[in-house]
């Protein structure tokens, strides 16, 4: 059957074909999704979500960075074994930037090579105190104020209009506890020194000293001085001469977010305070021993009432 429409002739049983046509497309699909939606497409649809997310151990930069990668490259891939998650390493180059990356969750972990405590962290309510390295098992150091052995410095008094070198202004035996020794002492640092630098850390600071680009430094004592103001027992720098040690200082803090789950803390705290018995762990503790002269590691807690039931008293000066 034809029909003329606008000039155009229709041929009604081809429409009708094509329509019976689709129709039965329709219902072959129908009938295949629903074939489909019982169990078979499970075989074919497979959804994850991983919860292996890597974690971000921060590491504030207080000596070269080639040497502090290396040293904690394996504190890393150690937590990393045991935590069955990888862990990254994120050296930032001073405390505000790391305690920033804390902050915005990019680092999830922190080594601060200061004495954080749960003083500082009255409005911080992101992370917390995890523990503390034990170093030679103790859990406190010095700072040290130095200048050169062949110098005509001999005491605080005579550093007066001379050119002197902290560290950063967060760093506890860099700054904030010989600052405090110098204003105890009557010695006001911005009218006293000729001149004064922040050189970033530890090493740049010695290095500065020994080349003469400083006449004198407050860095941490890294066993130059024992807590008499001897020259300790190995110490390789004789050039050194000390004027004075500052108060004692808890040992650098190793921080996490308040917000990891309880199991990874739980694990975390385990990982650190019986690093022995882990996997890996004595090796690690080993490396530590040989470059920091760490043993082992306390829980924040524990450090914070050994620390409290101490002498605080300033150590001795050599003159």
């Given amino acids: 059957m034809r029909i003329e429409k606008n000039g155009r002739t229709l041929n009604l049983s081809k429409i009708w074909i094509f329509i019976a046509f689709l129709s039965i497309i329709s219902v072959s699909m129908i009938i295949k999704i629903a074939f489909f939606s019982d169990s078979s497409i499970n075989s074919f649809i497979k959804i994850e979500v991983s919860n292996n997310s890597p974690i971000f151990l921060g590491i504030q930069s207080y000596l070269y960075e080639k040497n502090l990668r290396s040293e904690y490259s394996a504190l890393a891939d150690y937590i990393s074994i045991n935590l069955l998650k990888p862990v990254k390493l994120n050296i930032a180059p001073d405390f505000e930037t790391l ?7 990019k680092v999830q972990i922190a080594w601060f090579s200061s004495s954080f405590s749960n003083e500082n962290l009255n409005e911080e309510e992101s992370f917390e105190v995890l523990c503390r390295p034990l170093r030679n098992g ?17 005491n605080l008094q005579d550093l007066k209009g001379k050119r002197f070198a902290f560290v950063d202004r967060n760093s506890s035996s860099g700054f904030i506890f010989p600052n405090r020794l110098f204003r105890k002492s ?32 407050a860095i941490r004592n890294d066993d130059f001085f024992d807590e008499d103001g001897k020259m300790a027992p190995g110490c390789t720098n004789s050039n050194l001469r000390l004027l004075c040690l500052t108060e004692k200082i808890l040992n650098d803090a190793i921080v996490f977010r308040k917000d990891l789950d309880e199991k990874t803390k739980e694990q975390l705290r ?22 920091q002269n760490y043993n082992g590691f306390i829980l924040e807690k524990d450090a914070q009432q050994i620390f409290m039931a101490m002498s605080n008293s300033v150590a001795p000066a050599t003159k």
Avoid at 99 to 105: D, K, Q
Avoid at 189 to 203: E, M, R, V, Y
Avoid at 273 to 291: A, D
């Fill in 99 to 105: 305690r920033e990356l804390l902050r915005l969750n």
């Fill in 138 to 154: 103790k859990i406190y150091h010095y700072g040290a104020i130095l200048t050169r052995s062949d110098s005509s410095i001999y």
């Fill in 186 to 217: 009557g010695i006001s640092p911005l009218d006293f020194f000729s001149q004064i630098s922040f050189t970033g850390n530890h090493g740049i600071s010695l290095e500065g000293l020994l080349e003469g680009k400083f006449d004198g430094v």
């Fill in 270 to 291: 385990n990982l650190f305070v019986n690093m022995k018995q882990c996997k890996n762990g004595p090796s690690i503790l080993e490396n530590f021993n040989k470059v």
